[in-house]
Each structure stands twice: as structure tokens, then as C-alpha cells.
């Protein structure tokens, strides 16, 4: 049994009437009970509203002189005029822009990519019912990558500031391999001009190696900004070489993580473009100062995240902000979607990985060897870490409003639940479902738009959110309504809404605030209103679920959520007045045995009818007890209605009997399972067809339904087949012959070609008999002038 429930959610002060009515509807031979339920409700808020919010099914008629429950199933609102209902709608997706995936390209001035499909679609949503949005990414070829070398000009980085200008070309053309739209800027980093950082005399500021060994070095500063984006590669390792000189400070720790934060928010002073894959890449062999340590200085003011980077790529050198914090960093590497790779040497490597556990999804760590000389590879690395990865989230002002939970399928098995996926290739589909589900419809909101986001690029899925729960009903004015109709009240939707004192239909009825009319009088002394169950409106109780009573002192029996299962009245507590027809404590048992009964017989003659209902008796089950566990006993009714069921399949005869009972046979899907106590099968075949056929009954009083599943084949003509074989079996034994021939031609030829070479190979080798003996005999004759010569 299919039960459809509507559930309203209304506020504590609505007066509420449920009665439910069970309609059953034949259809494929199933009984589908449907629970309409009418609603009477006198709100001080807007009725319409809560009714269309509260179920998808429910619809509102606002007629002003309707009688019957406004809040209802379209379906049952039939005597009220289609112009005056308000129809409800169910939560839905319309895609309206879903253009194929491409890679990047520049096109004129205009830079043309896509790597989410769709991009645009409308949501209709409804409080309480989730919708699913599916969604694709696919990572563009050649989509532009940015990366800024920030790096730690220390004395102690000298050697490796060379390896770089060294290295500048062919750290380009590793970043060409990876996007033939790349750029590289470089700045560099010492720390604050103030004590204890850095000496503040007016030598060593200008000299900050004049303390130690070494003969000299650059003036001291924070930032420097050198060299824009370009991928002028030549022009980079240029600039760099001219520009960048090695400094010093006073302490072991530098200000990098102020020249991190300058280059992530000064985007447009030093050139990062809307549209890219942006990284800063840190090179260092020293730790970093954070926030508080600006305190040892007087920099106490915390550190606002501005840009101060002049047009001359200088940092002032007095500004009174502090070092920034790791989590003030991370907010603006999220916000800007730029990563961080920290190339850092051995000794600090472990300090920077502890860093990079605080925010693990911005930051790479990478152990920098000696010059690092390994620089490029530690680039490379970086940018397939973050690249691999990718994760969504949902940019909207309403968030606590909405619920948007992510699955991904990231490795074709199917999805889970997740945001992110690991294992991304370029150039390869990933399917995404956002599933979006609205917790409270917005007062003031209707409309708006949201969009799904990645974490490292900027192209976004634009998704128009529109909030179904307002009735357009309640804009009407009030002077489209006959006079008198709401006395004290205002019309909304076609009801009265009573002002503060009144009640009633036309809120021509004062209202009593007393609670003293719903409290009962007990051996002299008053009780709490309503007995502490249920609320006192207008003098009157309104009883919580399941009491009853002028004082909501009765707690009758409940049956399927319903007082006296709804064929009875509370009389006291747990007494129940059955209808007649009814009876038992809760009035759920009917008395008649119209259900049992099936061809004439109760129960089939194997069981006895209880509250309308088959009993059976051992080794028998079924609604009318047709089913059994022993064979010699018989097993249902599927032989009694085998020859309709053919009749109907081959046939299609829809004018059924059995006996002078009706059939009704419906065809169903055989993607459908069917329902019910048993299948039941049977075969056919014609000269044109052959059938399976699994087929289930239903039976009533005056109707026996069919289910039928059919699955068909068209036979095949043994005058067509007959030669079809002959020629098959011969074609085979050609190709089994031809292949036989290949074979044995093939060694023939191999076998030949061997003797052929032995032959050869004896021509070319000269033989002698080993018994043959050469008459020649050479003696050695002991000379002083030729000592060796042969005679």
C-alpha cells in the first residue's frame, strides 16, 4: 500500500481540522491508497503560504466565498474556478546555457575557454525538497598560469640568487611545457629598517654587511617589487640580474610573510590578470616573522591586508602595521585563488611543513637544494600538487538558507560524497552533483543567484535560484471582495485575517484573551489551561495530538495516527464510541467481510475473515488465502487465469471474464517489478512469435486485475534460415581450409629457405679427409744470419 502524506507545519495558534479519506484506485493491478487530506485553518499570518510551503501536492483556492478546505489537492478542488487556485510547483532544474567544453584560446582581444558544462541553469526551489544539479569540469589546455618568484635576498641566497638569473630561461620554458600562456614576475624580500630587525644607523642601514666579514652589500629593505608578468624570458633574466642585489638584517627571521601578502593583494600594481592559474613561489633558507612580532618594533597596528607597493615597486619604509598572521594570509590566498610554494632549504624545511599543516590547501612544501639548484623541478612539483586537486564550494549571501551538499565521481565508480577530487588530468571529465536543498524560505528574497566556484580558477557555473512558498494570491486587492465579507480583518488570498480581538469566519466574533474558560475546576482549584496540552485560543482549547476534550483531558486510543482511527469518537479517557460497521478499543476493526470473499467463497474456503481481513490457515497466505505451501493443495490462481492472460498477449482482447467476473488486464514496463503474493509464468509461440510472459493477479469483490509483463520474439523463417546455415557452414569450412593452407605454406617456405642457407654454408667451407697426409716437411735450419729460415 502506497500511503502519500502531506505534513503541514503551522503556527501554534492555527485551529486545525484533519479528516482523511482512503480512495482506492485500480491500476495495473495495483492498489494505490492515496491520503487526501483537508485542511481547515484560521492563521494570523499569510494561509496560502503555509499551504503551497508545507507539500508539493497542495494547492490554494483564495475565492472569497469558498466553503470547502482551501488548502487542499488540486485534484479535490474542483468546484473551485481555476482562476482563483493557486497551483503549487515542484522543485526543478532547467538548464539554459550548455556549451560544449574548449580548450583555451585568444581570439582577437577576446580569450575564449570552457571547462564547465553547463554554465548557466534556473532552480526552482521548494522548503525542505532537495534538487539535484549535475555538473562537469574539464581542465583547458593552455589555460594561463602566473607565477611570481618572491624571493629571500638574505646574504646567505647570494649563490642561489646567480642560479636563478642562470636558470631564468629554462625555468620559462618548464612553464611553457605546462601552458604556452605563461608569465613570471620576481620580487624579493629582507625585512622591517627598524630594531631589532635590522641595524638603524645610518651606515648600516646603507651598508647592512658593514658589521661582518663581508666587504658589502645592498642597502637594506622590506619589498621590493622587480620585475611585472612577462613572458619575455630573456627580458626576465635581464631584469632580475640588473635589478636584484643581496642585502642583510639583524635577526634570523625575515619579513616574508609581509611581501606575501603584498603580492597577493596588489594585483593590478603588479600585473596579475582576471583569468589565470596564479602561484607565488618563495625561496628561502631562513624563518619568518609573524604577527606579534611587529610588537618588539612599536608596529602594533594590526595588519589590514592593503596594498602598499608604490608604481615603483617600493615598500615604505615606516608603516606602522604589523607582520600579518597565517590565517589573515590564507583569507586572501582563498579570496584571490593564488597558491604558495614554499622552496625552503633543509634546515627549516620541518617549520614550514608545520606551516603548511595549518593551511594545507594553499601551500606546498619543498626541500630547496644547495643554489637551488633544483628550482625548476620544485616548480613543476608545486603546480601538479595543486592542479591534481580541485574542489567546489557555493558563493552565495543566503548559505545559511540553503543546504548544498557536493558529490563527485572522481574515478569513474560512482559518487560519493565529497567536494574534491585528487586525481585530476588534464583535458579529462569529472562529473560533480550539487545536491541544493532550501531550509527556510527568505522573507524579503524571491529571486537570486548563486554560483559554483573552484578553488584555483576563476570561471564559475551561474545558477538563478527561485523560491517557490509566495502566493501571488495575496497582491489582490481587497477591493475585489464584496463588502462585509471581513468585518475586522484583511483580506488575504481570499480569506479573512482577523485583527487582534476578533475571530470567525468574517471576524465578526470577539475574541476572549481569558484563560480562565480553559481551565478546569478540580475539587475547588483551577487547573493550567488547557491541562498542559494544548493551547487556549479565544476561550477555547486547542488540543495536541492525540488529546481531546473541552479541556484536552481525554487521551483516547490512537490508530495509524488517527483518534479512533477516525470511525469513532473519544468519550473518555482511552474509550472509544465506534461508528457502526466498527468495533475494538481503537474502532480499526470492520465488521464486514465484503473484502474476504472471492468467487463466492470466504477466504477461498482456507481461513476466516477478521476485521475484513483473511486469516489463513496453516500453509496458506494471500489476500483471499490462494497461495500455498504444499503442491498437492494448488499454489494461487495463475492457471485459472492463464488462458485471459494469453488471450490478451497475443490477441490484445481487453474484454476479459472469468466465469461472469470481469478482468481487467493492463500491460506493464518490464523495467517494472512486479508487486503482490506471487509471479506467476507462462510461455507461447506461434508462427510468428514467441513470448515470455510473467504475469500477477489482484482480486475484488467484482473485478479480477491483470498485471502482465510480455517479452517477445519474432520467429525466425525456416526457409530463410535453412539456407543462411548451409552457406554459414560452408563459409566457415573455406576459411577453415584457407587458413590451413597459409599455415602449412608458411613452414614449406620456412623449412626451404633453411636449406637453402645449409647449402650455401658447405660451398663456402673446404673439407679434408682427416686421414689424408701432406708429403711436404719443413725442418728448421740453426743459423747465425737466418736463424728462422724454413728449408
Known sequence: MLILLAVLSVPINTHMNIMSHVTTFPKCALQISILTIYITMTLSGNVCDECIQSSPELSFCFQTDYTSQRCNELANLTDCPLKYIERNSPSKVTIYEDEDFQNFDIIGDKQNYIQFRPQKAKVHLRKGHAVNFTFSYKPARNYPLELYYLMDLTYSMKNDLQTLVNLGEELGYSLQNISENFQIAFGSYVDKLLMPFSFTNRDNIDNPCNHTSQASCAKSYLIKHIQNFTNDLELFAKEVQRKSEASANLDDLEGGMEALMQVIVCGKRIGWSDVSRKFVIISTGSYMHLAGDGLLSGTVRRNDGRCLIDFKGNYPADNPFDYPSLEEIHKHLKRQKVN??????????????????????SAFIGTLEKDSKNIIQLTRDGYMDFFKKSKFSIDSNHTADLDVTFYANCDGSGFVKTSECSNVVLENVIDFIAEIKLNKVPADVKKETIYIVERNIQERIRLDLEYFGFCKCDSISATLYDDGLCVNGDIRCGECTCHYGWTGISCNETCSYSLDPCRRLVNGVKETSCSRRGDCECGKCLCDFPYQGKYCEYKCPVYRGKVCSDHGKCIDSETCACDPGYSGKDCSCEESNENCIVFGKVCNGHGTCKCNKCVCKQNFRGKKCEYSTNQNEGTGFCSEFLNQTLNFVEN???????????????????????????????????????????????????????KIQSLCYKAVNAAVMGPVIVIGIIGIGLLMALAWKLITSRKDRLEYEKFQKEVTQQQRTRIENPLYTSPITSYRVPTASNKNKVL
Open 340 to 361: 604558495v610554494i614554499f622552496a625552503v632549504k633543509e634546515k627549516v624545511q620541518s617549520y614550514y611543513e608545520e606551516m603548511g599543516k595549518i593551511i594545507p590547501d
Open 652 to 706: 490484445g482482447t481487453t474484454q476479459l471474464y472469468y466465469g461472469n467476473t470481469s478482468i481487467r488486464p493492463f500491460s506493464v514496463s518490464n523495467d517494472i517489478k512486479l508487486g503482490g503474493e506471487g509471479i506467476c509464468f507462462a510461455r507461447f509461440s506461434n508462427k510468428s512469435h514467441y513470448c515470455e510472459i510473467n504475469y500477477n493477479y489482484n482480486l475484488d469483490n467484482d473485478l479480477i486485475i491483470l
